[in-house]
Structure formats: structure tokens, C-alpha cells
């Protein structure tokens, strides 16, 4: 079965940089990309980008262009999200999530990682 | 402000139907983009509910169905259940903003 498995929780500074890991298994990862959707608590969905598995191709939302980096290690079946200088309304939970290219949703979503920016 | 707009909360007595409204504009629902469901339980993670307006994934209850008309869709859940306190999120993609978009959430009670 499908499943992603992102890495645990973080606590940065502002100014500091976040990297969180999704490890994809039960199906073949290059077929498909994964998306990044971050949630502040207590909110809403917010997505946050989404890179091609296959080709590396990656979009980020226009907010966080120039902070966000996404990138992937087909040998590992894992994503990379990188998002530097951060600042305190980053605090969320960033989830990843499998979008078949051929459709507009996510199917499957990883547990969550809860990043806290805080001084 | 979500581009897509849902109301923030319904509310039900188990068996009850309730009805989950998901308004959007001509850059978005309106111009013809698929609307798709979410339910996300207290403290987890979001879970695929509807696809594609009307599709259930594998292992979705019938109780829950989808439809979409214009710029609007909805989200039905009949024989309400407790399980079936959740939020729900309406997702659609915009072209004008090249993104895609959430609505804000309804969180459904069970009185």
C-alpha cells in the first residue's frame, strides 16, 4: 500500500533554515510527484509546491518563491523540502502528499511534520 | 481569505443529511477545473474523500457524495455518523493564480 513517512518535528529561529523528508513507498515513485500543503494550527490548507518525481520539474506557490526548495533522491523514494529564512507565520504543519500527474488531487498524505519557528 | 469559499461549520443529529457548500469563481471551478474532497480527522492528516466531483476513492463510505454545478460544489454526507466529526476541505486548481487552492474548511459537529 502507499504510504509516505515524513521526518519528525523542528523547532528553528528565525532566519534559519528547515529541511523536512517524505520517504515514499508501495508504488513507483518516479511515476508520479510529490506536493508539499502546510497547515498553521488551527487553519486551513495552504499549498505550498509540488516537484516531479520523474524529471525534477518543481512549482512553488508564488508567496514563497525564492525561500522554498524541493528535491528528490529516486534512489531513496524520498522528497526534500527546504524553506530558508523563516519567520514566525511559518509555524505550521507541512504535509506531503502524492499527486498523480494525470489527475488535480492528492490521494495519499504523509503524517504531518510540525515546524515552530520561534526566537 | 480562501479563494474558495466554504461555511465554517454544519451541524447534524446522527442519521441526519448535511450538506457542505464550496463556492468559487470563473478562474477556478467555474472555468471547468475538478473539485475534490478532503476529510481530516481531529489530529491527522488529511484523507482524499471525493475526486473528480463525484468519485469515491476505494473504501470511502456511500454515505458521502459529491456534486458540482457552475461554480459551486457540495459535499453530502447521509445517516451522519459520531466518526463523521471532521474538517472537510473543497480543492480546486486556479489559472489565474497557477496554484492550487483550498477552501477554508467546515468542521461538521454531531449534536
Known amino acids: 500500500q502507499v504510504q509516505l513517512v515524513q521526518s519528525a518535528a523542528e523547532v528553528k529561529k528565525p532566519g534559519a533554515s528547515v529541511k523536512v523528508s517524505c520517504r515514499a513507498s508501495g508504488y513507483t515513485f518516479t511515476n508520479d510527484a510529490i506536493a508539499w500543503v502546510r497547515q498553521v494550527p488551527g487553519q486551513g490548507l495552504e499549498w505550498v509546491g509540488w516537484i516531479s518525481a520523474g524529471n525534477g520539474n518543481s512549482v512553488s506557490a508564488q508567496r514563497l518563491q525564492g525561500r522554498l526548495t524541493m528535491t528528490t533522491d529516486t534512489f531513496r523514494s524520498t522528497a526534500y523540502m527546504v524553506l530558508t529564512n523563516l519567520r514566525s507565520d511559518d509555524t505550521a504543519v507541512y504535509y506531503c502528499?502524492?499527486?498523480?500527474?494525470?489527475?488535480?488531487?492528492?490521494?495519499?498524505w504523509g503524517q504531518g511534520t510540525l515546524v515552530t519557528v520561534s526566537s | 481569505q480562501s479563494v474558495l469559499t466554504q461555511p465554517p461549520s454544519v451541524s447534524g443529529a446522527p442519521g441526519q443529511r448535511v450538506t457542505i457548500s464550496c463556492t468559487g469563481g470563473?478562474?477556478?471551478?467555474?472555468?471547468?477545473?475538478?473539485v475534490h474532497w478532503y476529510q481530516q480527522l481531529p489530529g491527522a492528516a488529511p484523507k482524499l474523500l471525493i475526486h473528480g466531483n463525484t468519485n469515491r476513492p476505494a473504501g470511502v463510505p456511500d454515505r458521502f457524495s459529491g456534486s458540482k454545478s457552475g461554480a459551486s460544489a457540495s459535499l453530502a454526507i447521509t445517516g451522519l455518523l459520531a466518526e463523521d466529526e471532521a474538517d472537510y476541505y473543497c480543492q480546486s486548481y486556479d489559472s489565474g493564480l497557477s496554484a492550487w487552492v483550498f477552501g477554508g474548511g467546515t468542521k461538521v459537529t454531531v449534536l
Open positions: 502528499a502524492r499527486w498523480v500527474v494525470s489527475a488535480t488531487y492528492f490521494d495519499f
Open positions: 470563473s478562474s477556478n471551478i467555474g472555468t471547468g477545473y475538478d
